[in-house]
């Protein structure tokens, strides 16, 4: 199955999830760019939604969905975006369309985040180059501190006034990676995604004809279920499994 094809099956599945009422938080990226249209077919009434970059909310507007500023709304009902890699335990790198500051922010204020792709996106284990957003302030310190492992994408400032720039070392442990970048004051954000990054749950849909979604119910219990486009219906998961098959 063609890799469009796959993101277009995700992006519709994903948007069977969005109800009337609800506040969502909409990605960027290709696949994104089927889910819109997914939705707006839907015809949902009374949906609020906010935008992680200008594409996004450009083309939700033209499409009919509304889109508001984040800061009219506390939290979202469900977010759903793309990914650039997915590993087994729920790691994601995000941020090739230079969005990772905005999607991070968005992911971290919804109950439910969907993430949604195709068959080329898990990996056994995470690899560069990791997304950066970097404060323009002081911009060449920061280049400066961070060394020869850090360099500037040749890419449009980001709609908060962020250089965009990519970590080309080693990952190896990327929650490791995660907490030394945070560490350095010059860096706005980071692409990479952990297990848990809203504030609820994490569904992962595709790649090409199953989804997992994990309920983590309580610190020790866990529901989980695939979607099947098939049959288009959820599943009980018989193999004990998690993240994305």
Request: aromatic fraction near 4%; glycine fraction near 12%.
């Amino acid at each position: 199955m063609p890799a469009d094809e796959e993101k277009r099956l995700a992006a519709e599945a994903a948007a069977e999830l969005v109800e009337d009422g609800m506040a969502v938080g909409l990605g960027t990226g290709s696949t994104v760019g089927h889910l819109l249209p997914a939705i707006a077919r839907r015809s949902l009434s009374g949906i609020r939604c906010v935008a992680t970059s200008v594409a996004t909310e450009e083309q939700a507007h033209g499409l009919g969905i509304p889109v508001e500023e984040f800061g009219t709304l506390e939290r979202l009902d469900i977010a759903i975006d793309g990914a650039d890699q997915v590993t087994p335990d729920g790691w994601l790198v995000k941020g090739g369309g230079a969005a990772h500051l905005r999607e991070k922010i968005v992911a971290a204020a919804a109950e439910r985040f969907v993430v949604i792709a195709d068959s080329s996106k898990p990996v056994e284990s995470l690899s560069p180059p990791v997304p950066l957003e970097l404060f323009a302030f002081g911009l060449r310190s920061t280049l400066a501190r961070l060394g020869a492992e850090v360099e500037l994408r040749d890419a449009p400032r980001s709609p908060d006034g962020g250089a965009i720039a990519d970590y080309l070392g080693d990952i190896g442990d990327p929650a490791a990676l995660a907490a030394r970048l945070e560490s350095d004051p010059g860096i706005a954000a980071h692409g990479l995604f952990p297990p848990r990054c809203g504030l609820g749950n994490r569904l992962d849909i595709g790649p090409v004809l199953r989804a997992i979604e994990e309920r983590l119910e309580d610190d020790e219990g866990r529901a989980i279920e695939y979607w099947d486009l098939a049959s288009g219906q959820w599943n009980p998961n018989d193999t004990g499994g998690h993240g994305v098959v």
